[in-house]
Nanobody, 121 residues
Framework: QVQLVESGGGLVQPGGSLRLDCAASGSIFSIYAMGWYRQAPGKRQELVARIPTGSTTVYADSVKGRFTISRDNAKNTVYLQMNNLKPEDTAVYYC???????????????WGQGTQVTVSS
């Protein structure tokens, strides 16, 4: 089995910073793209940032210049550094990863359980 475990959410004031971590574990053969999504109350889930294995990263327009996604392949971990947070960033943040568990199979997208980020004074 494969698990993605997120950490680092919490309550922060506007203008503050948080870093989210997401570690993948289990029977992993290879990890391809990794990403972060979020869902605010009453809204659809949206892409925040995505980092493929060899291409340029992708960011939602609303977070460009404030959020940075990175990964440590040796640790099977993806990070989301969030700076200058705004109240509209309040949401449950989910990480995802395209993972194969054996050689020659199509990657399957696994999801974490989500971590709450609240930006409020």
């Amino acid at each position: 089995q494969v698990q993605l475990v997120e950490s680092g959410g919490g309550l922060v004031q506007p203008g503050g910073s948080l870093r989210l971590d997401c570690a993948a574990s289990g029977s992993i053969f290879s990890i391809y793209a990794m990403g972060w999504y979020r869902q605010a109350p009453g809204k659809r889930q949206e892409l925040v940032a995505r980092i493929p294995t060899g291409s340029t990263t992708v960011y939602a327009d609303s977070v460009k210049g404030r959020f940075t996604i990175s990964r440590d392949n040796a640790k099977n971990t993806v990070y989301l550094q969030m700076n200058n947070l705004k109240p509209e960033d309040t949401a449950v943040y989910y990480c995802s990863a395209d993972i194969t568990i054996t050689k020659g199979t199509i990657p399957y997208e696994y999801w974490g359980q989500g971590t709450q980020v609240t930006v409020s004074s």
